[in-house]
């Protein structure tokens, strides 16, 4: 069985990986440097850009004959 490629071209894929970790990076740092809570943001758009890459990891494990309604 064929295996399906996922929404995300590869080149996207690449820069969902770097937007997360540049994200997942940045809400450490800005918890040090800030005094309020505004690095929570940084964790938030980490954790929807992984929900995205792991959404796409499912599409890809799907055989390609596989239909959507069964």
């Given at each position: 069985?064929?295996?399906?490629?996922?929404?995300?071209?590869?080149?996207?894929?690449?820069?969902a990986?770097?937007?997360f970790?540049?994200?997942?990076?940045?809400?450490?740092?800005?918890?040090?440097?800030?005094?309020?809570?505004?690095?929570?943001?940084?964790?938030?758009?980490?954790?929807?850009?992984?929900?995205?890459?792991?959404?796409?990891?499912?599409?890809?494990?799907?055989?390609?004959?596989?239909?959507?309604?069964?």
């Open positions: 069985m064929r295996q399906s490629s996922g929404f995300l071209s590869a080149r996207q894929r690449r820069y990986w770097l937007g970790l540049l994200a997942a990076l940045q809400a450490p740092v800005s918890a040090l440097l800030a005094s309020d809570d505004s690095w929570l943001f940084s964790v938030v758009v980490a954790v929807m850009v992984a929900v995205v890459i792991i959404a796409d990891d499912a599409a890809r494990q799907r055989p390609a004959d596989a239909r959507s309604g069964e």
